[in-house]
């Protein structure tokens, strides 16, 4: 019982849970299929709703420091992507390059996403990273190294189909 006490503290654990599970495969079937089609656009609405739910319970969670905390900031962040890029592709605005606004600040969003899964991972394990409550100096380069990694190979897949998104971008306005 101890450990799924880590896992999820309480109900709204449980629920901050459901929708890290549903964002990120939604957020990865997204990245991974062709853009545009029914299929994307289904999948990714569910992504935006549970990014929605994920960043909204994350406001409610306050075990780890008993107040507002380094992953209620990257929430925030998480937020302001989401919004930036779902915004344009709702409004259709700015009338030219809403659609590269849009993969631009989605792909960031599941980036973001894909940290913040590796930092949890590294928050949830007992007694290494957390000595008496109070997350220790090693918490913190541990979540740094795995934030890095997950950035450096999401700079890598940006870099990679930033182009054909481009063009894809060119080819709807």
Not at 3 to 18: E, K, Q, Y
Not at 100 to 129: D, Q
Not at 162 to 171: G, I, P, R, V, Y
Request: glycine fraction near 8%.
């Amino acid at each position: 019982m101890n450990f799924i006490n880590t896992i999820i503290s309480d109900n709204t654990g449980l629920v901050h849970l459901i929708f890290s599970i549903v964002a990120l495969i939604a957020g990865t079937l997204v990245l991974l299929k062709t853009k545009g089609t029914k299929t994307h656009k289904r999948i990714g609405y569910v992504y935006a709703v549970s990014m929605m739910g994920l960043i909204i319970t994350a406001f409610m969670l306050y075990h780890l420091y008993g107040k507002f905390g380094i992953f209620h900031w990257m929430a925030v962040v998480s937020l302001f992507t989401l919004s930036a890029g779902m915004i344009p592709i709702l409004t259709k605005q700015p009338a030219i390059g809403y659609i590269s606004m849009h993969y631009n600040f989605m792909y960031w969003s599941v980036i973001g996403l894909y940290c913040a899964f590796a930092a949890e991972t590294l928050v949830r394990l007992p007694k290494v990273v957390i000595i008496d409550g109070v997350p220790a100096t090693m918490f913190y380069k541990m979540i740094g190294v795995a934030t890095a990694v997950v950035m450096f190979f999401g700079v890598l897949f940006f870099i990679r189909n930033k182009e054909k998104w481009a063009a894809f971008d060119k080819t709807k306005t």
